[in-house]
């Protein structure tokens, strides 16, 4: 459970990383959240991550946070790809209409 | 593929492996290690610093001074340590 | 036009020296690292390979069992053979007594409850990819010299890596358009896996060209010659149980990892498993009547680096999810060798496609980024396909690996001398699907497994099969698409 939670808490700040930059920022409009606070969060969430993942034991916790922070990079990355992809073509026709 | 490039690439790193080389010795003779434990010390050393001397003796193609630096940290490293060990 | 400043002709020299160091150094790399990556599970790779030996819950190993271990050491060393002793562990719950055949360890199994024989077939399991991660299957020396130097590359590619893309690292941390124009997605799949799994590479590259056995700079001294030849005491061996609890209360530890024996003594070593820091503390005992003699243990401050070093490359100690962090990492940093690779042609083509050079170069590309996974798998194929009581059937797995790698390398060099890569990568990628799919179906038809942790096991190989089997269909298609 706690490993899912550092790998959520990653992929948000991942997420709000790259709400930031402003190719992004200009396809979600308006933004759910004020720019500033995002600018916060990207370094806020994966510091949260860190201490949840020190608790136990520091020496495997930094090897599980870096680790699992890479993925959720990943999967983020992919995501956000498909997102993209989807943001791009907004009107596709659904597959019975295309027929 | 251009070969003089090649032939730069080939002075940086021989350049960059003797200077980290040298210091390295140097370094791990002052300390008390035993040989096992040198040894790894001077691998350690050597393996940390030689791509990043290659890296700057290579960046240094247009800019001398990154290769003048490298000869002169080689020099001096094998001229200390033949003095000093 | 203007002249560059100091800081973009550095960076313009920094492209050349990563593409070209990059890409002869990247060819032997992605098989380092493929290879790694596959040994992080080498002893649950040898568990698939030898699915006659169930693998129950760990029980506390016996007297009795430890006592029937005891007896095969002795018959191997009147045999002249030298052997120890693999304590069973939570990842490989069995006893082994191993011997080195050359290139690997191997030997039989027993269940550390009852000290039954656990007779599995003769292969050397996860141990090829672990030899052939450092030694590139080509001695200890040459090998290890080889991966040295492929290590030392590969920083210097790494540092230059970093100050070409040192501005975009920040903004385009998590950037990836696999649906833009090809070079753009490979580019960015190489960016993103290169930026993600930095901390890993560097630490995993680093700590992995110090801990040569062979190092490139200083010469290590080796441990005092061994005895000479002669005749090793072949007397009973004290019981080893005891042995086993006095060490875990001398060296304070819950687990130990094997015993070694030479003529004189006896040498049970902490395991692997207990901590960050791969120390191989042991504690030797005497080889006639058992009692202790003395501790050997390796925890000054200078030890304490290279321990660490050992420790984050070997990664023994890990839980399952860091193991499995390990593999993935491992898994990105080949895909990151393998984009690199892609896009070094890919960005030459054009103008470079009809040389020789390119042909040939490509072709080791096919050879290294499809041949190479390919021959894996026709390994594992090799494994289930060669019967049981077949002599010599370890060494007739390893023939099947490389004699597919020398086909498959033979057909991409010939197919990209003769200017149809695109078919060679097809051929390949197509094969390497259909050997993908085909694994789960064989070993479902030919094997049976006896334990629920066997089947566990099995089902794991065959869904990694299955992820490398639609990769590689997925590319073929692709590539299909658009050579038509």
Redesign the interface.
């Known amino acids: 459970m706690i490993f899912i939670l550092i790998f959520l808490l990653w992929f948000t700040g991942f997420l709000a990383h790259e709400i930031v930059q402003p190719r992004t920022r200009k396809l979600i409009a308006p933004s759910p959240l004020p720019i500033t606070t995002l600018r916060y969060v990207r370094f806020l969430l994966p510091g949260a991550a860190l201490l949840l993942s020190l608790h136990t034991d520091w020496q495997t916790g930094v090897m599980i946070w870096l680790g699992l922070g890479a993925c959720a990079g990943i999967v983020c990355a992919l995501s956000l790809a498909l997102w993209r992809q989807n943001a791009a073509q907004p009107d596709r026709p659904a597959p019975s209409e295309a027929k | ?1 251009p070969w003089h ?1 090649v032939l730069w ?1 080939l002075c940086a790193g021989c350049l960059a492996w003797s200077a980290a ?1 040298s210091w ?1 010795d140097l370094l791990t003779a002052a ?1 008390r ?12 050393f ?3 610093f ?3 001397l ?2 700057i003796g ?2 240094a ?3 001398k001074w990154g290769l003048w630096f490298l000869v002169l940290l080689s020099i001096s490293g094998i001229v200390i340590k033949n003095l000093a060990l | 036009m203007t002249k560059p400043g100091i800081r973009e002709t550095f960076r313009l020299h920094m492209g050349w020296l990563h593409s070209w160091v990059g890409f002869i150094a990247g060819l032997v790399l992605a098989c380092i690292f493929l290879t790694g990556t596959l040994t992080v599970f080498d002893q649950e790779i040898t568990q698939w390979m030898q699915p006659e030996v169930p693998l129950s819950p760990l029980h506390h190993i016996t007297p009795e069992a430890l006592q029937t271990a005891a007896d095969t050491v002795l018959q191997n060393q009147k045999q002249g053979r030298a052997v120890f002793i693999n304590l069973p562990s939570a990842r490989d719950p069995v006893l082994r007594v191993l011997h080195y055949n050359g290139t690997a360890f191997t030997g039989p199994a027993y269940d550390p409850a009852t000290g039954l024989l656990l007779k599995g077939r003769d292969t050397e399991g996860g141990q090829f990819f672990y030899n052939f991660h450092y030694t590139l299957h080509s001695g200890r020396i040459v090998g290890g010299i080889l991966t040295g130097l492929a290590g030392l590359f590969l920083l210097v590619t790494l540092l230059s890596g970093l100050i070409i893309h040192l501005r975009s690292i920040w903004p385009d941390m998590v950037l990836f358009r696999p649906f833009g124009p090809r070079p753009r997605a490979w580019l960015d799949a190489h960016l993103l896996t290169g930026v993600l799994f930095l901390p890993f590479l560097l630490v995993i590259t680093y700590t992995g060209t110090i801990i040569q056995p062979y190092s490139l700079f200083a010469q290590k001294p080796r441990p005092a010659a061994a005895t000479p030849a002669r005749h090793i005491e072949t007397t009973a061996l004290p019981p080893l149980f005891p042995l086993i609890e006095e060490t875990k209360k001398r060296l304070n530890t819950q687990e130990c990892g094997f015993i070694l024996f030479t003529p004189e003594d006896i040498r049970i070593s902490r395991s692997d498993y207990s901590s960050l820091f791969l120390t191989r503390d042991q504690a030797i005992f005497d080889r006639n009547d058992g009692h202790f003699l003395r501790i050997i243990t390796h925890d000054s401050t200078a030890d304490r680096p290279f321990q660490l070093a050992r420790g984050l490359h070997h990664a023994r100690f890990s839980i399952s999810v860091l193991s499995w962090l390990y593999f993935l990492s491992g898994l990105s940093c080949t895909i990151l060798i393998i984009s690199g690779l892609v896009l070094f042609l890919i960005k030459r083509r054009r103008i470079s496609g009809h040389m020789t050079v390119y042909k040939l170069a490509e072709g080791f590309c096919i050879l290294t980024v499809a041949g190479l996974p390919i021959s894996a798998l026709a390994f594992l194929w090799a494994n289930r396909l060669i019967p049981v009581s077949f002599p010599g059937r370890a060494e007739a797995e390893v023939s099947v690996f490389f004699a597919t790698w020398t086909l498959s390398a033979t057909q991409a060099i010939c197919f990209s001398l003769a200017r149809r890569p695109f078919a060679a990568w097809t051929m390949q990628l197509i094969t390497l699907a259909a050997l993908g799919v085909g694994l789960p179906i064989a070993d479902a038809l030919m094997v049976p497994h006896p334990t629920p942790r066997n089947i566990a096991l099995s089902c794991t190989v065959d869904i990694w099969c299955l992820i490398t089997a639609t990769a590689a269909a997925v590319a073929a298609m692709r590539l299909i698409k658009k050579t038509s």
């Not at chain 2, 035993?34 to 691998?43: E, R, S």
Request: charged share 5%.
């Open positions: 593929m490039r690439l080389l390295a300390s290690l035993n040989p096992a434990q040198g040894a790894m010390a001077i691998t350690a050597a393996t940390a030689i791509p990043a290659i890296v290579y960046g193609r247009m800019h």
